[in-house]
Nanobody, 124 residues
Framework: QVQLVESGGGLVQAGASLRLSCAASVPTFSGRAMGWFRRTPGKEREFVATISSSGVIAAYTDSVKGRFTISRDNAKKLVYLQMRNLKPEDTALYYC?????????????????WGQGTQVTVSS
């Protein structure tokens, strides 16, 4: 059974940085692309970032480009989301997800394992 556990969320002021971590307990981790999504109350889940199984290719939603960086450590089965210059509109519950295969994807339907989420709150 795949388990994903996020950590690193918190309450920060606008302009601050946070690094989210996702620990994965899955034997096929190095063969799966990984992603970060977020959800705010009353809104649909939103794609944030994805990284290929090798870690070479990454993609981001437009609103976080240049501020967020996704990375992974296959040896430690960890995925990170470095968030800089946080804005109030980044406030959300952030989820780590494991894709069904190794290519990057922004489609939530192509992820079959999800964590419970970590809350990020950015005050103005």
């Amino acid at each position: 059974q795949v388990q994903l556990v996020e950590s690193g969320g918190g309450l920060v002021q606008a302009g601050a940085s946070l690094r989210l971590s996702c620990a994965a307990s899955v034997p096929t981790f190095s063969g799966r692309a990984m992603g970060w999504f977020r959800r705010t109350p009353g809104k649909e889940r939103e794609f944030v970032a994805t990284i290929s199984s090798s870690g070479v290719i990454a993609a981001y939603t437009d609103s976080v480009k240049g501020r967020f960086t996704i990375s992974r450590d296959n040896a430690k089965k960890l995925v990170y989301l470095q968030m800089r210059n946080l804005k109030p509109e980044d406030t959300a519950l952030y989820y780590c997800a494991a894709a069904k295969w190794g290519s990057t994807t922004y489609r939530a339907t192509e992820y079959d394992r999800w964590g419970q989420g970590t809350q990020v709150t950015v005050s103005s």
